[in-house]
């Protein structure tokens, strides 16, 4: 019964390598997000679907390519892994306003990321 | 860029006192949330309020928005060890858009 999941929780790897967090809502939200948390607990949007659209992607690197293969999952797929990379990233998602505005938005458990 | 605020920055009462944080924001709004988060969890929306109301209520919660001094406050009445967490203020200023502040940490000791 799980509102937004993501897998895995916990993602361990090394500098230069590729990973992939997946991020499913079965809210029938239009609209997902990506958000990086970091030490200090500071959270940071970094891209924003709207049925399987983007419609915000906030100055991150290219290394960092979300994907929406349909409305109800976006995936975030990172190349060449770097230290400052290490996160914890949540997924969340929440109805689309037309009009402008934010309604409130729905937060996955996050996916704690170390590289090392 | 951050836009909301939260002060104080911890925050630890005792069971049973209320608590009070505050938020800044820099620009206009069209509506101010509020969430929790738990340790190792991910947040959870506590109240929104639109830009042309200036209080509102959930439970034990009240929300206060200010918006002529770009601020707002949330306060816990009665806490309990369970309200435990940090809080954050978030600013909806268009483009399905949610800037967050850098969160108050609350401590509640029995």
């Known amino acids: 019964d799980t509102a937004v999941s993501q897998t895995p929780k916990y993602l361990v790897t090394q500098m230069g390598n590729d990973k992939s967090i997946k991020c499913e809502q079965n809210?029938?939200?239009?609209?997902m997000y990506w958000y990086k948390q970091d030490s200090k607990k500071f959270l940071k949007i970094m891209f924003s679907y709207n049925n399987k659209e983007l419609i915000i992607n906030e100055t991150v690197p290219n290394r960092f390519s979300p994907k929406s293969p349909d409305k109800a999952h976006l995936n975030l797929h990172i190349n060449s892994l770097e230290l400052g990379d290490s996160a914890v990233y949540f997924c969340?998602?929440?109805?689309?306003?037309?009009?402008?505005?934010?309604?409130?938005?729905?937060f996955g458990p996050g996916t704690r990321l170390t590289v090392t | 860029s951050q836009q909301g605020e939260e002060d104080p920055q911890a925050l630890s009462i005792q069971e049973g006192e209320n608590a009070t944080m505050n938020c800044s924001y820099k620009?206009?709004?069209?509506?101010l949330q509020w969430y929790r988060q738990n340790s190792g969890r991910g947040l959870v929306h506590l109240i929104l309020?639109?830009?042309?109301?200036r209080e509102k209520h959930s439970g034990r919660l009240r929300v206060t928005l200010d918006t002529s001094k770009k601020s707002s406050s949330l306060l816990i009445t009665a806490s309990r060890a369970a309200d435990t967490a940090s809080y954050f203020c978030a600013t909806a200023s268009g483009a399905q858009k949610l800037v967050f502040g850098q969160g108050t940490r609350l401590t509640i000791n029995p």
């Open positions: 809210l029938g939200h239009d609209t």
């Open positions: 620009t206009s709004i069209n509506n």
């Open positions: 309020i639109r830009s042309n109301e």
């Open positions: 969340a998602s929440s109805p689309h306003s037309s009009g402008g505005g934010s309604y409130e938005q729905y």
